[in-house]
Every structure is written in C-alpha cells, then in structure tokens.
C-alpha cells in the first residue's frame, strides 16, 4: 500500500463495495463500481488491489473474467451514498 490504511477503515470499504456489488445484481465490471473507482483514485492501485485480494481469499467474491461476482448475501444500499462515504474516509483517513 502507498499509505498506511487501519485495518478497520480497509474493511468498512471492503463492506462498502459488497453492498454496492449487491446492489448491482451481484455481478459488475470493475470499472461500474463508484466505491471501486473511489477506492482507485484516492488510495491508489495498490491498495484497491489489495481490498479484493482480501475479498477474494475471505471468499466473498470471485472472478469470472472481466466480471466481479458476489458470492455471499450482503444487504444492498445506494451506490451514491456509499461512494461519499467511502471518499470521506479516504480523504479524512479514518
């Protein structure tokens, strides 16, 4: 990671971007998700990189090409809100 992140703040973004992915279907490209390009610009590639590995290897999503997949129930919510609020804890850094 290019910055330190808390754990804590790695996995409330994490949790954003399931309940983005819920909220798409269950199934998008990477480059839909607003908390995924949140996470891109404001953390950089590194540390979006290292969310989904995360994601991955918990076995919460899984890859399917170009597609990111949910693999678990997870309640939606409007991806408008949760890309603020994702962007808010990465400028603010808490």
Known sequence: M???YS???????AML??????YKGGKAKLR???VY???LEWGGGNYAAYILSRLKDGSLIRIEGN????T????PSNPTRLERE???????GV
Do not use: G
């Not at 754990?7 to 973004?13: F, P, V, W």
């Not at 597609?67 to 949910?70: A, C, E, G, P, S």
């Not at 678990?72 to 309640?75: M, R, Y």
């Open 72 to 75: 678990t129930n997870i309640q």
């Open 17 to 22: 971007l399931l309940r983005e992915l819920a």
């Open 37 to 39: 390009r949140t996470i």
């Open 67 to 70: 597609y990111i997949v949910l």
């Open 2 to 4: 290019s910055q330190q």
């Open 32 to 34: 839909y998700l607003k």
């Open 86 to 92: 994702a962007r808010e804890m990465l400028i603010k």
């Open 7 to 13: 754990s804590q703040m790695s996995a409330r973004l």
